[in-house]
């Protein structure tokens, strides 16, 4: 079994429950802020147009085709228009309370924390996260992570976005580590397992919700519990 000395996480959809958190912040403010009143009846019906306009703007505001406050902006004064509200005091509310709330989440996988105390004695642990340098800091301090990562790589600290193998290159550099002695453990294919293996590490599909994972990855888990067979510990 080929052994490790570091590992590197994603940190949404992957250890931080990105999708319970947000969703569960979102159906907060429908109830408070009246949105059924508003003109948004439904609060499922809005988070599913919320995930869909937000996956789009982030798209391209990774490739470089939008600044983060333009695409912050955006995000809910376009899931209001796909209602026909046209409310900008009440988009600009709604983006500040999400931005303010749901960092605070402290939602987490199942057996995440079990496993990284596990893991901690025994290797160099780090994030590289496609995201806000602030908002980032604020998921991982208040769901506990802050106490077992060495290194967390942000795409705004760095400037570009994962898959650019530049990100990774450089949270190697930071850790002290080699391609060679590092895994990468990402939900994302595009992202997380194209831009490790340009790097030249190795990497674990994290795919909790479908059947089948990377056919490329070096693993494959379906579990965190199933990371620990394949680092030896």
């Given at each position: 079994m080929k052994r490790y000395a570091h590992l590197f996480f994603d940190l949404d959809h992957t250890l931080w429950d990105f999708r319970?958190?947000?969703r569960a912040v979102l159906?907060?403010?429908h109830a408070e802020l009246g949105l059924a009143a508003a003109g948004v009846p439904d609060a499922r019906e809005m988070i599913g147009a919320y995930e869909e306009i937000n996956a789009g703007l982030w798209k391209r505001m990774e490739n470089g085709h939008m600044d983060k406050d333009v695409m912050r902006v955006l995000r809910f004064r376009n899931t209001l228009l796909r209602f026909g509200v046209k409310n900008e005091r009440l988009a600009r509310i709604?983006?500040?309370?999400?931005l303010d709330r749901t960092p605070r989440m402290n939602g987490l996988f199942p057996g995440t924390l079990e496993m990284l105390h596990e893991l901690r004695p025994h290797f160099g642990l780090h994030i590289i996260t496609n995201g806000f340098e602030a908002t980032?800091?604020?998921?991982?301090?208040h769901s506990g992570l802050h106490v077992f990562f060495d290194q967390v790589i942000t795409s705004e600290s760095v400037g570009t976005a994962k898959p650019d193998p530049r990100i990774f290159q450089k949270a190697l550099k930071l850790a002290g580590a080699n391609a060679a002695?590092?895994?990468m453990?990402?939900?994302s294919i595009s992202a997380d397992m194209a831009g490790a293996r340009a790097a030249g590490m190795d990497q674990v599909h994290f795919h909790p919700e479908e059947e089948d994972g990377d056919p490329l990855a070096t693993y494959r888990i379906r579990g965190m519990g199933?990371?620990?067979?394949?680092v030896g510990e």
């Open positions: 319970t958190n947000s159906r907060e403010l709604l983006g500040d309370e999400y980032q800091a604020t998921k991982i301090r002695e590092s895994l453990i990402g939900d199933a990371l620990r067979a394949i």
